[in-house]
Structures are given as C-alpha cells and as structure tokens.
C-alpha cells in the first residue's frame, strides 16, 4: 500500500504549495501556532478552485484544550456545516470532557454531521489527551469515525513509535491511523516501518518574514528566536522531500 501524506496548511495559498510539492491530501486550518483552528470559509472556498487533493477542514474554536461548553459546540457545529457545503472533504474534530474521555454526545453529533454529507470525520489529536486510548478509539470505531490523528501521545510522534504501532496492529483494519507531529522527511521512513501505518501528517512549515511583526514598544511575535519577525507557511520544497522519502516504501 502506497503511504499518503497529508500536509497541515493555513491558508489557500499553503494548499497550493502542498500541492506542487506531491501531497495526497491537506489539512487546512487557522492558527497554527494555537495547534490549528477553524480556518476561514474564504481560505476553503480559495483552496477548492485550484486544488484537487482532497481538503479536510479543521474545526477548532480556541487554544487551549478540547473541553467544550454546549455554547462553543453550537458554534461550531454552524461552523463545521458551513464548511461541508462548500465543499470540505472532511472535518477534523475533537472534543473531551473535564476528565479526558471522549465527549460522546458532541464527537457523535459531528461524526454524523461530515457522514450525512457523504464526507470524512476524523478525530484529531485530542486523542492524545484522552485518558485511556484503547478505550477512546474503540469508541470512535463503534461510532464510525474514519480516522483518528495521533502521536502514540508524545509529543514528538517519532518518541510515540511503540503506542502508535501497537495502535495499529490491534485496531486498524477499523479505524485509519494517522501519525502525525514532528514528521519530517529524515523520520518518516522510520515512522512507516516501525509503526506499520500508511498515512503521515507533517506541516512541512517553513518561515517568511513581516517586518512590521515588533513595534518601537510592542510585539505581535508569537515565534521563539530566530523567528521573532516571521510567519509560518508550507515549504513547496519540503513537501517534495517528504513525498521523495516515503516515495519507495509499500
């Protein structure tokens, strides 16, 4: 089976780079700095005119952690259906509760919500907060869910290698894994052949500068040094290493 690679962009502009570079499917988001949050209604609509991979849609109100209120939930569930009709492929969600299991009634609703379009629902890397993960993804197996973004909860999922291949041996002939955070093309071999998954999950981030980031006694920077003055976006380039890297394995 030929791994894909799907590419965490932030913009439509992100969407078309990662799609130069050999991408099988994209991510798209807002804030990445914040972990991803639901990315502009424009940015899809922009993306869908001149990308043909398929797009799943972040929906992600806030920073933070993924316990939702029924208030923030109604929001984005508006959100999530606003994005279907204009054509996402998918919408990538998750939501706990206080004590880190899966917050039924809302991964439920949304599950249902992307599959009555005919679209794909994947839980995110909320996954990796939840208390128990065999109990989590038995859950989102019985409820459907097609796929579910994990760093075998590490931070790094190249450190996670061991959950994230157990994960796949004992549940994925049900549920998609997705192995994603600090992939790059110098692990992604090793992430394949270790883990036995089939899909990877790298942002390929790379940096442009905006030298109106730090004022005479301000700052809007949100990156650590050297990057004070820069904002992130798809590297074409990377993408291309990364797809090249995975390119021979099966």
């Known amino acids: 089976m030929k791994p894909k690679i799907e590419i965490c962009c932030g913009s439509a502009q992100d969407c078309q780079a990662a799609q130069r570079g050999g991408a099988d499917r994209i991510e798209l988001n807002s804030a990445l700095a914040l972990g991803g949050l639901t990315p502009t209604l424009a940015n899809l609509i922009e993306a869908k005119k001149t990308v043909t991979l ?22 984005l569930f ?12 998918g919408l990538a969600f998750g939501a706990l509760n206080a004590d880190h299991t899966l ?47 994990t760093s075998g909860g590490e931070a790094k999922a190249e450190h996670g290698i061991e959950t994230l291949a157990r994960l796949q041996r004992k549940y994925g002939g049900h549920i998609e894994i997705l192995a994603g955070s600090g992939v790059n093309a110098s692990n992604a071999r090793l992430l394949l052949e270790q883990t036995g998954v089939h899909q990877l999950h790298s942002s390929c981030k790379d940096w442009l500068t905006d030298p ?12 650590p040094a050297p990057h004070e003055l820069d904002y992130d976006v798809v590297s074409e380039q990377k993408v291309r290493e990364l797809t090249a890297a995975v390119g021979t394995c099966a």
């Open 212 to 223: 109106t980031t730090i004022g005479h006694h301000v700052t809007y920077a949100f990156a």
């Open 103 to 149: 917050n039924a009634a809302q991964t439920r609703a949304m599950i249902e919500l992307a599959h009555r379009y005919g679209r794909e629902f994947v839980f995110h890397r909320a996954f990796d907060c939840a208390a128990d993960f065999d109990t989590a993804i038995s859950q989102l197996i019985d409820w459907k869910a097609d796929r579910v973004l």
């Open 54 to 75: 398929p797009i799943i849609t972040m929906v992600r109100s806030r920073g933070a952690g993924f316990c939702m209120t029924d208030a923030e939930f109604e929001i």
């Open 78 to 89: 508006a959100d999530a259906e606003l994005l279907l009709k204009h054509g996402a492929d």
